[in-house]
């Protein structure tokens, strides 16, 4: 009792006691303790460890497999980049080869080009032949270097070192590799023939020498009195001589460069023979001529000359103005030996229907002809016929005599 009173009948504060588990608080007055921190062990989380969820496991694997799709595209793309680069370096190349006539199997052909060859069936034989390759790749070269409008008819001779520059070069009208020939073309040819001569040596087409001949105004003062239309208007102006042609030239320049020769050799005689007053014109001097190249081979040229002009200039004589010429029968009957029969043949051509002169030349003369009929000889002689011993003429002035020469020799009478 003494006790409770002396504390005012209170008990004196009981220390406080932490129940188990909870934490000790300081008691006022005590010093107080840092709190004491508790690290995990080594290789130990801080916190408890829990088993990972499936979801968990799912979203890492994904992240797994995404980084790892990275990587290969990654490096699908760089072995793409390097694949690719190789192969246009490949296709590069090849391209490159071709345009410039590289690595290419030696090969040496003919290439032939017409008139109306297209470029597109050029471009197809280059490519038959071998020399090149790829078709799209020339004809882009072509649209950019206008090759269509360089490339000339004509034979070329091309090989497969050339690049696409000298093949288009050498397909040009001045071309050092366009194929030539050296035709001569001899005096007394008709036009036929000499038309079909050019066509066998690859020089041009009948048809087109024809046409050209026909239809082509080539600018000649002594041509202008011959009608277009018809080929044989330039028969007798074919200069005969030696020519160097290219193989599928151009006809005109073909027929021009006879034509030129032509007005070159006779460029003198010219004036007297357009002088007014002339007795014969140029083109009777050819339709002279033409007929003494027919008749004869030797040096009688002159001679027979004056027989034709004194059966022309004297129609009351024996021959009553028939030149009676065979070779006019033989130009007719398409180069047979003449006959009888040919003599009833009804066409201006025919000296033994006709008087006169024919209707045009029956060859193209050469000079000497040409010179006899602008100079024939002075006779009498109005009848000839050969010798077929000495190969040379025998002359008449009357049918008696020539028709006795006939006799002995047993040929036909001129």
């Known amino acids: ?33 840092p709190p004491q921190l508790h690290y995990p062990p080594q290789g130990q989380s801080r916190r408890p460890q829990r088993e990972p969820s499936q979801s968990q496991t799912r979203r890492a694997t994904k992240r797994r497999r995404t980084a790892l799709s990275r990587v290969a595209g990654a490096l699908l793309y760089v072995l793409l980049v390097i694949a690719g680069s190789a192969a246009l370096s490949t296709v590069g190349w090849v391209l490159a080869c071709d345009l410039l006539g590289l690595n290419k199997e030696p ?22 032949e071998g020399l090149i390759e790829y078709k799209f790749l020339f004809k882009l070269y072509a649209a950019f270097s206008h090759a269509e ?14 690049d696409y ?28 023939q000499i038309f079909d001569l050019l066509a066998d040596r690859g020089v041009t087409s009948v048809e087109k020498l024809q046409d050209m001949a026909a239809n082509y ?89 004056s027989v034709i002009y004194n059966r022309l200039t004297n129609p009351q004589a024996e021959t009553v103005g028939y030149l009676q010429i065979d070779a006019t029968l033989v130009y007719l009957n398409g180069g047979k ?16 229907k006709y008087q006169g002169l024919p209707a045009g ?15 024939p000889d002075s006779t009498s002689y109005y009848f000839y016929v050969l010798n077929p011993e000495t190969k040379r003429h025998e002359f008449s002035r009357t049918y008696a005599e020539h028709n006795a020469l006939v006799q002995r020799y047993q040929g036909n009478g001129g």
């Open 1 to 33: 009792m003494a006790d409770e009173r002396r504390t005012g009948g209170q008990r004196p504060p009981q220390p406080h006691r932490p129940q188990p588990g909870q934490p000790q608080r300081p008691q006022p007055g005590q010093p107080q303790r």
């Open 107 to 128: 090969i040496t052909t003919e290439i032939v080009i017409e008139d109306d060859t297209q470029f597109s069936e050029v471009v197809d034989t280059l490519e038959k």
């Open 149 to 162: 409008g360089k490339i000339a008819p004509g034979t070329y001779e091309l090989n497969s070192e050339m």
């Open 165 to 192: 520059h000298a093949l288009v070069s050498n397909m040009g009208s001045s071309s050092a590799t366009r194929q030539t020939t050296d035709i001569t073309i001899k005096e007394g040819l008709t036009i036929d």
């Open 217 to 305: 105004d080539y600018a000649f003062d002594w041509l202008e009195d011959r009608p277009l239309g018809d080929y044989h208007r330039l028969e007798g102006y074919l200069f005969p001589d030696t020519y160097t042609f290219e193989l599928g030239e151009n006809p005109k320049y073909v027929l021009n460069k006879m034509l030129v020769n032509f007005d070159d050799k006779m460029d003198e005689y010219m004036p007297a023979l357009a002088a007014e007053g002339a007795p014969y014109s140029l083109h009777d001097i050819v339709i002279i001529a033409s007929m003494i190249e027919k008749e004869t081979d030797s040096e009688d040229y002159r001679t027979i000359s």
């Open 337 to 352: 030996v003449p006959t009888l029969a040919d003599r009833e043949i009804d066409s201006p051509y025919n000296t033994y």
């Open 361 to 375: 030349p029956i060859s193209n003369p050469g000079m000497a002809s040409l010179s006899a009929a602008m100079d």
